[in-house]
């Protein structure tokens, strides 16, 4: 049987462009929308359904995090459009295109047949109305055929996978092309809050896994290329402040960047204590002075392309 639920149970409201899939029946019936690639995408064989039904625990998990810490998402993070160009041409000249792990649907092309998927309900609800529609599900197990879309896209999202390669794996099953928009923290003394004021980053799990991002690239057959942070970058990502320290002692800011929840409130209080007097000192900018001048950072952060 079908059971189809558009709509945000937890904020009470239904929004017509997001799509939760308990049950799908056969040849498309969640289809809610005339979206040719959504409604073509989503016709799967049987056998893969019930493999998706299987994988209900880990989607679960996947939700898990960000239904906790992505109340505010929207506030402080956005679309960079000078990061964004960078995603889109690597795109190509694709017109069909899956968003995976896609939150609130930054960066995903306006010109482009865009469908997303994202495991938790708290940043599907945040997608802003006319936004792509949005499939419940997680990259390690995408419920779309073999090639169904042009591309694939994930964004500042794959450190939160369980499983990274098979994430990625799937991106390359259901897409000719594969763009994703990571961080290789492999030195983490290129960023003076992580060197200086929160060397916890260095033990986190994410951060393990983007330490091997060459590898991880490497094992799916991605070219990397790099990509500077302007200095006054309009999503508010852990980075993205390099130049505005002041920033990081905003406790909105904080919680639009899921490292400061991992870290946990000691780290959290004792890095802010230490930045504000450093700040408030001279010593910040004293240690940083070369940073001044610059109007971007080569901090890690990587195109990966497929
Ligand atoms: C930092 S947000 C990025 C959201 C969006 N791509 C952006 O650029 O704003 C990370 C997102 O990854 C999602 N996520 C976590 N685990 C996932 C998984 N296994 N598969 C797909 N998405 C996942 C989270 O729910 C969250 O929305």
Known sequence: MATIEAGSPRLGRWRSTTIFIRRVSPRGEMVRRSDQA???ATRQPRARHEAEYSQEGSDM???QLYDTIGATYA?????EPRIAARIWAALG????VLNVGAG??????????VTAVEPSA????????GAAPCVAGSAENLPFDDQSFDAAMAVSTIHHWQDPIAGLREMRRVARRVVVFTCNTSDLDLFWLTRDYLPEVASLKACRVLASLTELAGAIGARMEPVPIPWD???GFFEAYWRRPEAYLNENVRRGISVWAAVGSEAEERAVHTLSNDLASGRWAERNSDLVDLDTAELGLRLLVI
């Not at 506030?75 to 679309?79: H, V």
């Not at 000249?93 to 069909?96: F, I």
């Not at 609130?104 to 047949?113: A, L, N, R």
């Not at 708290?122 to 109305?129: C, F, I, K, V, Y």
């Open 38 to 40: 959504f409604r073509a």
């Open 61 to 63: 998990a996947a939700a």
């Open 75 to 79: 506030a402080t993070r956005g679309t």
């Open 93 to 96: 000249d694709a017109r069909t």
């Open 104 to 113: 609130t649907g930054s960066y995903e092309p306006t010109d482009c047949d």
């Open 122 to 129: 708290l940043m599907r609800a945040q997608r802003p109305s």
């Open 233 to 235: 970058c309009a999503d």
